[in-house]
């Protein structure tokens, strides 16, 4: 049974940075962030597979990162240059079937609780 626990939501000026993190219990092979603005999709913004492969939506590359420290099972998301337009419910997932992922949401059976991040300009 795999269990995410998020923390680190909150609210930035334009230019800021973020740092989210999930803790991870159970067995899993990706690991990834989405994010759902209101009226929009739930949309994959980060995924790191299971031999370390990351991928990361083009609206994002270059200001966010992802990593996970094994020692202590967390995931996290560290979030700079911040804009408005990243302002949404931030979502830790993690599949325990699929070694790749992509964005695939389909993919990941796991989900946080959600979080949100506001950007203000």
């Known amino acids: 049974q795999v269990q995410l626990v998020e923390s680190g939501g909150g609210s930035v000026q334009s230019g800021g940075s973020l740092r989210l993190s999930c803790g991870v219990s159970?067995?899993?092979?990706?690991l990834g962030w989405f994010r759902q603005a209101p009226g929009k999709e739930r949309e994959g913004v980060a995924v790191l597979e299971s031999d370390g492969t990351t991928r990361y939506a083009d609206s994002v590359k270059g200001r966010l990162t992802i990593s996970k420290d094994n020692a202590n099972n967390t995931l996290y998301l560290q979030m700079n240059s911040l804009k408005p337009e990243d302002t949404a419910m931030y979502y830790c997932?993690?599949?325990?079937?699929?070694?790749?992922?992509?964005?695939?949401?389909?993919?990941?059976?796991?989900w946080g609780q959600g979080m949100q991040v506001t950007v203000s300009s």
């Open positions: 159970g067995y899993t092979y990706c």
């Open positions: 997932a993690a599949s325990r079937l699929w070694s790749v992922c992509f964005f695939y949401r389909a993919r990941f059976g796991n």
